[in-house]
């Protein structure tokens, strides 16, 4: 059987994508890059702003005369927008067969079997805040750079972002799976890891934090360069920024999310710090890595800005 996916959003999703793909070739499924190949289609789905959702629907709209043509085709939805909107997504398109949320990808094997038997709509995004895919290694698409999840969901609620309520609560993954990742992938020719989380900075497996985690993954010595997103301010610490500037592979990138230069609105979106923490940090940032790059987000027109 044939199964197709498509991405949308953020790394984390491309990611997930990777590991789907590793839990349904495990399952002898295939997973195929050309969409008139496919028996089952997939889109894997975000939720961080309306239009990504308007995005997919739109898709799956004109996925209909597909369906049209081969009446066993199967469109299904995992990822943000599934947990969000659950089985409401078949009130909003009868075209989706099955919905399955972040943390039962391990099911989609047993889904989409059952489907061909029995083609009822099926649901399954019961939250499961202990998933963190242990020892299930991805399928990386990547020509150099190979994503990395380190962890899972967010524990922030930052008053604009729904990622907590569709990604769930921090959980990490083991130092040992992460280093035995990184060191396949580096047997396998990629040069460059971005270790993702929804928040990496708050990694924390058995009292070893984000800043422990980048001093191992730097001894790795089948790669060669280390990135890491997304991070938070409030969880910067000076011991990253030591790491990142006594490693000989951590590169000299952060993208560290301002969203806002005035406290009162800081307060309003719940960041947790200040705008003087902010600068506070970028000093130390470019006191320890004089010629680093940094990156941010802005969002204009916060409600009562």
Do not use: W
């Not at 789907?20 to 195929?32: C, E, G, H, N, Q």
């Not at 580096?186 to 001093?215: C, P």
């Not at 680093?292 to 204009?300: G, L, Q, R």
């Amino acid at each position: 059987m044939n199964v197709y996916i498509e991405t949308y959003g953020c790394q984390m999703n491309v990611a997930d994508s990777e590991l789907v793909a590793s839990i349904l070739k495990d399952d002898k499924l295939s997973v195929v890059t050309d969409i008139a190949d496919a028996d089952v289609i997939i889109f894997n789905t975000c939720s961080v702003r309306q239009h990504a959702e308007d995005r997919v629907l739109g898709r799956i709209s004109n996925e209909m005369s597909r369906k049209r043509d081969k009446r066993n085709l199967k469109i299904g939805v995992i990822g943000c927008m599934a947990q969000r909107l659950d089985a409401k997504l078949n009130d909003l398109n009868s075209n989706i067969d099955f919905v399955v949320g972040v943390d039962q990808y391990k099911h989609l094997p047993k889904i989409i079997a059952d489907l061909f038997e029995e083609p009822d709509f099926k649901c399954n995004t019961d939250v499961d805040d202990t998933e963190i895919y242990k020892d299930i290694y991805p399928i990386h698409t990547g020509e150099f750079n190979a994503f990395v999840t380190i962890m899972r969901g967010c524990n922030n609620f930052c008053s604009y972002c729904i990622v907590p309520y569709t990604r769930g609560r921090e959980r990490s993954r083991p130092i040992e799976d992460i280093i035995n990742e990184i060191t396949k992938i580096g047997q396998k020719g990629f040069m460059d890891v971005t270790l993702l989380g929804q928040n990496v900075n708050s990694y924390n497996y058995k009292s070893i934090n984000f800043a422990e985690l980048l001093r191992q993954v730097n001894k790795i010595n089948t790669i060669k360069r280390v990135r890491f997103v997304t991070s938070h301010p409030k969880d910067l610490s000076d011991e990253v920024i030591n790491v990142m500037a006594e490693s000989g592979k951590v590169c000299e990138h952060l993208h560290l999310a301002m969203q806002s230069g005035d406290d009162e609105i800081l307060a309003k979106m719940n960041r947790g710090y200040t705008a003087q923490h902010f600068l506070d940090i970028t000093r130390k940032l470019r006191k320890a890595m004089p010629d680093i790059a940094i990156t941010t987000d802005i969002i204009a027109g916060f409600p009562g800005e």
